[in-house]
């Protein structure tokens, strides 16, 4: 009996917390982050305040979840793009498209690159990032590098330089840029650094 009370306790506090992300996340894309208040976020959680506080300290803890949230689910799209057997060059091609697909997904480009280094600042937005899609990057350019596909440079300075690149495609596309366009150059860019 005590199991089944810790495991129904255990579900409703994951149920709740998830809730109270997807409202986030919800909120987090339609408006920005100085617009929206806890009432708000328990409000579409359906939640009370007092359980917001439990699970998170404040929104902008919150926020961060749902950063992480966000973050993750981009890498996994990434990772998704490139069957195993996919040489390391044409993974990084897929992968690049597959960042752009993610980031298409309506109100990510501004909650992961806009919103996220001015609420928790650029350490911590870059900290998640890292965990995530810069990750993602920077596992295929060590892989390809490794492989001979690109010759031996510092790889951190490349995952930085090449995930500004792909950063700046998103925020240009989301603003109406032409994604073709964006597509066409960092083809050209992968083609310098690829042999």
């Given at each position: 009996?005590?199991?089944?009370?810790?495991?129904?306790?255990?579900?409703?506090?994951?149920?709740?917390?998830?809730?109270?992300?997807a409202?986030?996340?919800?909120?987090?894309?339609?408006?920005?982050?100085?617009?929206?208040?806890?009432?708000?976020?328990?409000?579409?959680?359906?939640?009370?305040?007092?359980?917001?506080?439990?699970?998170?300290?404040?929104?902008?803890?919150?926020?961060?979840?749902?950063?992480?949230?966000?973050?993750?689910?981009?890498?996994?799209?990434?990772?998704?793009?490139?069957?195993?057997?996919?040489?390391?060059?044409?993974?990084?091609?897929a992968?690049?498209?597959?960042?752009?697909?993610?980031?298409?997904?309506?109100?990510?480009?501004?909650?992961?690159?806009?919103?996220?280094?001015?609420?928790?600042?650029?350490?911590?937005?870059?900290?998640?990032?890292?965990?995530?899609?810069?990750?993602?990057?920077?596992?295929?350019?060590?892989?390809?590098?490794?492989?001979?596909?690109?010759?031996?440079?510092?790889?951190?300075?490349?995952?930085?330089m090449?995930?500004?690149?792909?950063?700046?495609?998103?925020?240009?596309?989301?603003?109406?840029?032409?994604?073709?366009?964006?597509?066409?150059?960092?083809?050209?860019?992968?083609?310098?650094?690829?042999?």
């Amino acid at each position: 009996m005590q199991e089944i009370r810790r495991r129904s306790n255990k579900d409703r506090s994951e149920t709740t917390r998830a809730a109270l992300i997807a409202a986030g996340r919800a909120l987090f894309a339609e408006k920005a982050y100085s617009d929206i208040g806890t009432p708000e976020i328990v409000a579409r959680a359906g939640v009370t305040r007092g359980a917001l506080y439990h699970h998170f300290a404040d929104k902008q803890a919150l926020f961060a979840a749902v950063a992480d949230a966000e973050a993750a689910a981009v890498a996994s799209e990434i990772e998704q793009s490139s069957p195993e057997d996919t040489s390391p060059a044409q993974a990084l091609l897929a992968g690049g498209k597959a960042y752009l697909d993610a980031m298409a997904v309506p109100g990510r480009t501004r909650l992961l690159l806009i919103d996220a280094p001015a609420v928790l600042g650029h350490a911590e937005a870059k900290a998640i990032d890292m965990r995530h899609g810069a990750r993602t990057l920077h596992d295929g350019l060590t892989l390809a590098i490794e492989a001979g596909a690109m010759p031996a440079m510092p790889i951190e300075p490349l995952t930085a330089m090449i995930s500004a690149a792909f950063d700046q495609a998103a925020l240009d596309i989301a603003a109406g840029g032409s994604r073709k366009e964006w597509e066409e150059i960092l083809g050209h860019l992968f083609a310098g650094l690829l042999r």
